[in-house]
């Protein structure tokens, strides 16, 4: 049986880490990635996800493959990268430079054939696609895209599917109604993604404490639970994360 893993995201906008509330980048956590990337490998992390998050994607893609590279030289576990990839020389770059898997979003949805060149080029298991998704006035769960600015007409199941079968090795789950909230996930929306795909599930968005990792497994049935801010603002933070999990007799990766 396939172990359950336990990611740490990191957000980095304009070469710093920050923090997000709704999907507003505001705080900023530390000002050199290496820093949290150096602490979580000593934290019993299981994988580690890092997001450009910059809002000029033209500036930007340049000094974050920098900032890929020199983060590969520091990490010792799986790294998926994501952020204004839009074409394959740019997805074989960041591969390149140390990643290890590639996570994709809004250019991925507006042309889902992506998703097939990026696994017949590189692997279904490489490609990571990530679905923001929001509920509507009514309740129902829809795709929200261009960095939580636009929400389309695409419910947040039916996309997950659709791009299983383009070709995702996983999906990437955020609620952004949950993001920073502190109330944990949003338990029916990854229930209803696992139930509907066989690939893996990975949950995040809303993490307050180590109960909340564990109801993403318990109850929504995620393959891998992530979380960011929470994971910067306690002192052995992953490690704690792991030890919990682990005594709640859940199928982690020991420490």
Same mark, same amino acid.
């Given at each position: &049986?396939?172990?359950?893993? #336990? ?13 997000? %509330? ?20 000593? @934290?019993?992390?299981?994988? &580690?996800? #890092? ?15 920098? =900032? %890929?590279?020199?983060?590969? !030289? ?9 952020? @204004? ?17 590639? =996570? ?16 017949? !080029? ?29 929400? *389309?007409?695409?419910? *947040?199941?039916? @996309? ?12 990437? =789950? ?12 949003? =338990? ?15 949950? &995040?968005?809303?993490?307050?404490? @180590? ?6 497994? *318990? ?22 994360? !792991? !030890?919990?999990? #682990?005594?709640?007799? #859940? ?5």
């Amino acid at each position: &049986m396939l172990k359950i893993r #336990l990611i740490a995201v990191i957000l980095v906008r304009d070469g710093r880490v920050v923090q997000s %509330v709704q999907f507003k980048h505001t705080n900023v956590i530390h000002y050199d990635p290496i820093h949290a990337i150096e602490s979580f490998n000593q @934290w019993a992390i299981d994988e &580690m996800v #890092l997001l450009n998050v910059s809002r000029d994607g033209g500036a930007s893609r340049d000094s974050f493959v920098g =900032i %890929v590279n020199n983060i590969s !030289k520091k990490c010792f576990v799986p790294l998926c990268v994501g952020g @204004w990839i839009s074409d394959i020389d740019y997805a074989k770059t960041i591969l390149v430079n140390g990643a290890d898997k590639l =996570i994709v979003n809004t250019f991925a949805f507006l042309h889902p054939q992506f998703i097939s060149q990026l696994a017949q !080029k590189f692997g279904n298991q490489c490609v990571v696609v990530s679905i923001d998704s929001q509920q509507d006035t009514n309740g129902e769960e829809f795709v929200v895209v261009d960095r939580g600015g636009r929400m *389309t007409d695409t419910g *947040t199941v039916e @996309w997950a599917c659709k791009a299983e079968g383009f070709g995702a090795g996983e999906v990437f =789950i955020n609620s952004i109604d949950f993001d920073g909230k502190r109330n944990g996930y949003n =338990i029916s929306l990854i229930r209803s993604v696992r139930h509907a795909v066989s690939i893996p599930v990975i949950a &995040m968005g809303g993490v307050l404490k @180590w109960e909340h990792l564990a109801q993403g497994v *318990t109850e929504a049935g995620a393959d891998a639970v992530a979380a960011a801010n929470i994971f910067h603002y306690t002192e052995q933070s992953t490690r704690k994360a !792991k !030890k919990f999990l #682990l005594e709640k007799g #859940l199928n982690f990766r020991n420490v």
